[in-house]
Structures are given as structure tokens and as C-alpha cells.
């Protein structure tokens, strides 16, 4: 292979798949020139039920994509041997398929079971790292698992010999159906399910009060959604199901904030506090909790450093029931004393030349021009010509860079654009926001 092909998954693919491919009789066929058809769905993500919750649950089907192959059995040489067997069958053949012959996929798709290569190489690779598991070798065990899920996109790709639309969407659009019906079996418990993503769902246990041990309810779950999986798909398609939902965690406190200027849940984005063992709600001691961030603001470096550590200390106390309204006005009182400057830098990178920046110029790079300006007037070498990492602070002329801030802060934009939006995303559902909090003392100021 060439050297900047070797880390491809299309070559690791290929090389698990080609030598199987050879032993059934058939010749792998070249890059197809004139790719046809369109792409495949991407992973299904359920619409989120906004709020502040107590008590939910977090259920994963463990690597959905590669069960779902294995399970449906999804296959380049299953998919061409099934056209062979399908072609030129009578009106009423796709109602009365012969289930013990072929798998039903999507977009006309079947797939042949017998022979079938790709969802025995994925049990193959499936135990290779339970055993790695077994091992305690995370390496490996992380090497398999990116291989069996570069399979799916793999044969979505042009790039690959095995390109067809009919499986990837094989498996994405099975996804979905799975993630939907696996919602309400949930619901069907007296459960509400607030969101799901791809492989996990996330379920409000909705309870006044808790009368058994919440893990037993995460594991109950799990096991019922098992339960009939494996009953349906033998009853009804003649399959066994490699389908397995695990319970993954519980979150004491759970937040599903909105889309920031809008009143819909949003997507990839949460926050919630998992307890350990010896946590004691009426002491809360650091160690025996953490708090778990997605998408939000403290895990995202394009906002400031202050936002950050802001965020993390006013969920933190929310979560745990704690004061948290003068700790927000303590905030912005220090914020404007000039106490947080040293945490009021941007870190942001310019991808392209600075001077190929030429319409609706961004602050980061208005800041670098002025670095440049300046760097130039003290007869220094260029620094963002060619891109790179730039930091500077809002002021009340405009973004400056760090190296030649001149100009007072503009602390009412940092806290209209960085700490009012982090308090608005939590305190809605407390029934209050950063204007109220903060009304009187700004009038005060």
C-alpha cells in the first residue's frame, strides 16, 4: 500500500474482506467509475424533552452498527448472491420472501444468509475483543472496535469496490427502526424516554418515589429490551439476534438544555451528575460525584476560560440544590471590578492566510490584522501571516490581541455573550434567568 493509505479503513476492509471474497468463488470488482445512487441516513437522533430532570437513565446498545450486520446479515456477497436468487421472481415475492434463504434490508436490498462473509468476520472480531477486554488491553480492544465500525461507512464510500447505497442504509435505517421500537418498550414500563442518539437512550424513571434499587431498574430494562429482540427476530424473520442493550449509567441530576436563542430541546448537548457509592446528599464531598459535560460550553475551547470554570461551579451547585443566585451576582460584580482579565482571552486558530480573509472578517482575524499592524511597527517578524493560533480579548474598540491589548475591556459583552447564556441554559428551569438574578444589582453598578 502507499504510505498515506496504510491508516485507510477502506484498506483495512479490504484486507479482512478480499481473501473470504476469493474463497467463495467470487472476483472483487474494481472502484466503481460513475458511482450511482445516494447516500445512506446517518444514526438516528431522537427530538430531546427539554428540562431539569431527577433520576435518569442511560441505556447503549453495545456497537449497534456491527450487531446490526451481524444480527440482519448485511453483506457485499450475501446482497449479490441475493439479486441472483431475487431476479426475475413473480409479483408478490417481496411480501412472501423465503426467510430461511434471505434477510429483508432496505432499498430493495436482500441478502443471501448462507456464506454470508461479513457478519462472521465481525463475530470473529467481536470475540477478539472480549478477549482483549479479558486481557485488559485497552489498545487493542480500541483498534477492533474502530475497525468493526469503519465497516458501515466503508461501504457507503465511492472510494471503496463495494460501494452501494443498499447497505449502509441497511444498516442506518435498521438503526432506526431499532432505536424507535426500543423507546417504547421503555415507555411501555411506565418510563419516559427524553432523548436518544444513534445507539444510547436516555430514560426519565419519572418516579415520586424510588421504591427499588435504581441499578436494578437500568439492568431490568436492558434485559427486557434483550428479551424481545431476540424473540421477535426469530418469531419473525428467523434470525438470532446479536442485538445487546447495557445499562450504562444513572445521572442523580440531569439537564437537556434548548437550542441557545430557541425554546426546542436541543441535540448533542447535556450535562448531567453521576453519583459513586459513598456519596452523602447531605455532605456532597468533591470525590464522590462528577460531573459530565457534552457539547456544552465548558468543553468547548472557543469560549473563554471564565465561561468555563463559571459553568462547571454554577451546575455544580444547582445540581446539589446549593445558593447559587448571589454566587452569580458575586461573579459579575468581580467581572467588572477587572478581577477575571487574565481568564478573559479568546484562543481561537486561523485556518487560512491572513490576507485571504477579505469579506465579513471575524474578530479573531480583525485581531491578528492588529497584531500584524503592530509586529510590523516594531520591526518584528510576522507571526499570522500564514494562519496559526491567535489570542486576544474583546475591548471596547474592538478585538486586540493579547501581545498589544491597549484598550479597556468591554465587560458588558462578556457578560451578554458569556456568562448571561450559561446562566439563561440552566436557571430557565429553576423559573428565573440572568436578568432577574442580576436586575438590581446592574442598576445599583
Known amino acids: 500500500l502507499p504510505l498515506d493509505k496504510i491508516g485507510g479503513s477502506v484498506a ?27 447516500g445512506s441516513p446517518g444514526g438516528y437522533v431522537m427530538s430531546s424533552q427539554l428540562g431539569l430532570y431527577d433520576h435518569v437513565l442511560v441505556l447503549d ?16 456477497y450475501g446482497l449479490a448472491e441475493g439479486e441472483k436468487l431475487t431476479k426475475n421472481q413473480p409479483l408478490g415475492f417481496h411480501e412472501n420472501y423465503d426467510k430461511r434463504v434471505f434477510s429483508k434490508g432496505y432499498r430493495g436490498a436482500y441478502f443471501k444468509k448462507e456464506g454470508s462473509i461479513l457478519p462472521s468476520l465481525i463475530e470473529r472480531l467481536w470475540l477478539a475483543r472480549d478477549k482483549a477486554k479479558q486481557d485488559d488491553n485497552a489498545s487493542l480492544s480500541q483498534a477492533i472496535k474502530i475497525i468493526m465500525n469503519s465497516f458501515y461507512g466503508v461501504m457507503g464510500t465511492p472510494g471503496c469496490r463495494f460501494f452501494d447505497p443498499r447497505l449502509p442504509s441497511s444498516i442506518t435505517l435498521r438503526g432506526h427502526e431499532i432505536m424507535l421500537k426500543t423507546k417504547y418498550l421503555i415507555e411501555e414500563e411506565g418510563y419516559q424516554v427524553i432523548y436518544g442518539d444513534t445507539d444510547s437512550i436516555f430514560v426519565w424513571l419519572n418516579l415520586k418515589e424510588i421504591a427499588q434499587d435504581i441499578n436494578q431498574i437500568g439492568q431490568a430494562l436492558a434485559e427486557k429490551v434483550n428479551a424481545w429482540w431476540q424473540k421477535h427476530l426469530n418469531d419473525e424473520f428467523q434470525l438470532d439476534s446479536a442485538l445487546e442493550l447495557e445499562y450504562e449509567s444513572h445521572y442523580s441530576r440531569f439537564l437537556m438544555p434548548t437550542i441557545r436563542g430557541s425554546k426546542e430541546g436541543t441535540k448533542k448537548r447535556y450535562a448531567g451528575m453521576v453519583c459513586l457509592e459513598d456519596f452523602d446528599p447531605e455532605n456532597p464531598k468533591k470525590e464522590s460525584y462528577k460531573l459530565v459535560f457534552k457539547g456544552l460550553e465548558t468543553v468547548r475551547t472557543d469560549w473563554t476560560m471564565l465561561a468555563r470554570e463559571f459553568q462547571k461551579e454554577l451546575y455544580d451547585r444547582v445540581f446539589l440544590n446549593k445558593e447559587y443566585k448571589v454566587f452569580i451576582r458575586q461573579l459579575v460584580e468581580d467581572l467588572k471590578a477587572g478581577k477575571f482579565d487574565s481568564k478573559l482571552v479568546y484562543r481561537k ?81 429553576l423559573g428565573t434567568s440572568f436578568d432577574e438574578i442580576t436586575s438590581q444589582q446592574l442598576n445599583l453598578i
Open 349 to 429: 486558530r486561523l485556518r487560512r492566510r491572513l490576507n485571504d480573509y477579505e469579506k465579513n472578517i471575524p474578530p479573531h482575524v480583525q485581531a491578528a490584522k492588529k497584531a500584524e499592524q503592530w509586529l510590523a511597527s516594531k520591526g518584528k517578524k510576522s507571526r499570522y501571516q500564514r494562519g496559526g493560533w491567535i489570542e486576544y480579548c474583546y475591548t471596547l474598540n474592538g478585538p486586540e490581541p493579547l501581545e498589544n491589548l491597549v484598550s479597556e475591556l468591554d465587560y458588558d459583552l462578556y457578560i451578554e455573550r458569556q456568562i448571561a447564556p450559561v446562566v439563561d441554559g440552566i436557571v430557565m428551569f
Open 61 to 76: 446498545f453495545k456497537s449497534l452498527y456491527p450487531s446490526i450486520i451481524r444480527t440482519f446479515m448485511v453483506d457485499p
Open 12 to 38: 483495512a476492509f479490504e484486507n479482512q474482506y478480499l481473501p473470504r471474497l476469493h474463497r467463495q468463488g467470487y472476483v472483487a470488482p474494481n472502484l466503481p467509475v460513475n458511482p450511482q445512487g445516494v
